[in-house]
């Protein structure tokens, strides 16, 4: 059989070995999946650079292999190239992200762990109905809770917004456009009266995706960013949240049986 090289994520199947992995790490920043595959990762390969969406193939410390994957930014970049890990065999998918809390409890520097999203993205309805639960898998978000635990980091569970944008859809008005639709003004204060704790930028599509595609998600975000004080990153915690929700899934993955 010829290896079918999908067009995004430029690897295939055949790419992936007599073994495999099932599970991938999937990061926005490139050099955030560099950084994975680098420092927790043994054995590590490069599969591909295209279009900026690197990928890498590696091995956790029991032999297991896993990736290491560019989803780049926002949910269409994420959608297409979810769509081509599972046409190449992935069945479980962490998104290791960034976020910007939105609850004064749930500071900088500190990581949350998606238990479901507000999902207010347009990409996820070309997936699914508006209606359509974007709920992270169970077990899979059991396990990150658990890992965060043994590990020590403060964590947080719960309700994640994803939107479609870093500025106007999160109420952020400084910026190139300080002027809000009405239907944006005041929704910050809105999700945080609905107990929501964070926005993000993919945790909806990738969970509406997961319920339509049956594959497993979950997802596991640093907090670089304290709306109820400020729009800006605070990027002094940056790499201390990014690391503690790396070695969270780490962990999970390592230890949990979900994954055996």
Partial sequence: MTNKRFYHIG???????????EIALLSGDRDRTRLIAQNYLQDVRLLSQNRGLDSYLG????HRPILSATSGMGAPSLSIV?????????????????????????????????????????????????EYPAA????MTVALVKAAQELGFEHYLGITASVDTFYEGQERTDSANP?????????????RRLNILNYEMECGTLFKMAGVYQFAAAAVCGVVAQRTVDEGIVL?????????????????????????
């Fill in 82 to 130: 979810v769509n081509e890990l599972v046409q190449v065999g992935i069945r479980q998918i962490i998104r290791i992200g960034t976020c910007g809390s939105i609850q004064p409890h749930v500071p900088v520097g500190s990581i949350v762990i998606s238990s479901a999203a507000l999902c207010r993205q347009g990409t996820a309805n070309d997936i699914a109905p508006i």
């Fill in 136 to 139: 992270a898998d169970p077990f």
């Fill in 236 to 260: 002094e915690q940056k790499d201390v949240a990014v690391g503690n929700a790396i070695a969270t899934a780490i962990h999970a993955i390592t230890n949990s049986c979900v994954y055996l």
């Fill in 11 to 21: 690897f295939g199947q055949e790419d992936l070995g007599k073994s495999p992995p």
């Fill in 179 to 191: 002027y809000l639709m009405r239907s944006l003004r005041g929704i910050t204060e809105e999700y």
């Fill in 59 to 62: 091995y956790l410390p029991n």
